[in-house]
């Protein structure tokens, strides 16, 4: 007969792993990776390094470097129109009350302006990245127009209809609308927490965008996070 004491041992080790937190940071360092996906005029993704420049939608700023590490990731929009995507993260694997938690920098010279970036999600399928099953909503919070700045958000997952959460990055641009404009966005450390029982796609280890669907159907998300994970 099992001893009492072994088996209340168990039985808390069994709910300490089921609450279990898992962590992907990403920080473009593998000079590869850019985005999963996006939506609307987004452009240019790329995996850059050092100093970079580019337009406000009417003049010109510029980056002096990554926050952190060498590497970071450039996007644009071109022209001005909506709001564009990028798809930074993709969570699969989840259930009703499951907590996800995604912080990412942006750079940002432009305080209480654009253009400036903040944290969102939506609701896909797991199997497939383009898919889109409601918004998740986000953070009010915008980069702040210091520079590098965070910007981060929690979710309690609650859609039946869907099994993953897409992190995505939206891009604002001033003036919203303009047939001639552009502007362009620096990302840098991504860092997304869920519970160890889902899966946490970044593109570290996808060569390109259009790529990832067909990775996901062969891989099931698994074997795809290259970036540094750990857990508490």
Do not use: C, K
């Not at 962590?23 to 390094?49: H, K, M, P, Q």
């Not at 699969?92 to 907590?99: A, R």
């Not at 990245?129 to 915008?142: E, M, P, Q, R, V």
């Not at 609650?158 to 620096?186: C, F, G, K, M, Q």
């Amino acid at each position: 007969m099992l001893n009492r004491s072994f088996i209340a041992a168990l039985l808390a080790l069994s709910a300490a792993h089921a609450h279990a937190i898992q962590t992907v940071e990403y920080g473009w360092e593998d000079g590869r990776g850019t985005i999963l996906g996006g939506f609307g005029n987004l452009v240019d993704a790329s995996n850059v390094t050092g100093a970079q420049t580019g337009s406000t939608g009417s003049g010109s700023y510029g980056v002096p470097g990554a926050h952190s590490g060498d590497r970071f990731l450039h996007v644009a929009e071109a022209p001005h129109s909506g709001t564009p995507q990028a798809y930074l993260a993709m969570v699969g694997g989840l259930v009703s009350g499951d907590v996800v938690t995604a912080s990412f920098f942006g750079y940002d010279l432009s305080a209480g302006g654009s253009p400036s970036l903040r944290i969102w999600a939506h609701y896909a399928d797991s199997a497939d990245i383009a898919s889109y099953l409601g918004s998740a909503g986000g953070n009010d919070a915008f980069t702040d127009g210091s520079g590098w700045s965070e910007v981060g958000h929690q979710w309690t997952f609650d859609n039946a209809a869907a099994d993953a959460l897409v992190i995505e990055a939206r891009l604002y641009s001033s003036p919203a609308t303009d047939a001639t404009a552009r502007s362009d966005y620096w990302i840098d450390s991504l860092r997304v927490s869920a519970p160890d029982t889902a899966h946490i796609a970044t593109a570290a280890a996808v060569p390109e965008p259009r790529g990832y669907a067909m990775l996901l159907a062969g891989l099931g998300m698994i074997g795809l996070t290259a970036a540094r994970r750990s857990r508490r």
